[in-house]
């Protein structure tokens, strides 16, 4: 048996195993009664299954990159090629309080999230961008977040 193919089985079970373990309602927002936004605010939001944008902010994709060396060793299939949601130039508003859209990469929203809720590590001049590379260590996806 092919040992990735292996470990990608293996892992998407045991991550449906502990899907199990958390009821359906701990991962739905409660909102304020005719406010329309989650109630819980702040960097406690991830941690109570809430994922969504605290502030306005608009998402541009700067570059796409495509490790064709990397893909060959660790993916299932090696001629992947670069991410294929996003194109260089993309540009994307997200109002407060914005849930992931259904064609936008989750993995790359969790990293915008958590961008906007708190400061980044060395943040810029003005505060106000924030440069972001998607997790995928093979095509990864870099973005500038600006908060409006």
């Known amino acids: 048996m092919d040992r990735r193919y292996f470990c990608k089985i293996a892992s998407l079970a045991a991550g449906a195993i ?3 373990a958390i009821p359906a309602s701990a991962l739905i927002p409660a909102a304020p009664s005719g406010s ?5 605010s702040g960097p406690s939001a991830k ?9 306005t902010c608009r998402v541009t994709v700067l570059r796409r990159e495509c490790h064709l060396d990397l893909q060959a060793l660790y993916l299932d299939d090696p001629d992947a090629g670069p991410c294929r949601l996003f194109k260089s130039g993309d540009e994307y508003t997200f109002a407060a ?3 992931c859209p259904a064609d936008f990469c989750p993995r790359l929203w969790e990293l915008i999230c958590a961008a906007v809720v708190t400061d980044p590590c060395d943040p810029p001049l003005d505060h106000s961008t924030t440069l972001l590379a998607c997790p995928d ?4 996806v870099i973005i500038r977040v600006d908060r409006l």
């Not at 329309?36 to 819980?40: A, N």
């Not at 941690?47 to 502030?55: K, L």
């Not at 260590?137 to 990864?140: A, F, H, L, M, Y």
Request: charged content about 5%; hydrophobic content about 30%.
């Open 137 to 140: 260590g093979t095509r990864p």
């Open 18 to 20: 502990g899907l199990n």
């Open 36 to 40: 329309g936004q989650p109630s819980v």
């Open 47 to 55: 941690h109570q299954g809430v994922n969504w944008i605290a502030t």
């Open 97 to 99: 309080g914005s849930v």
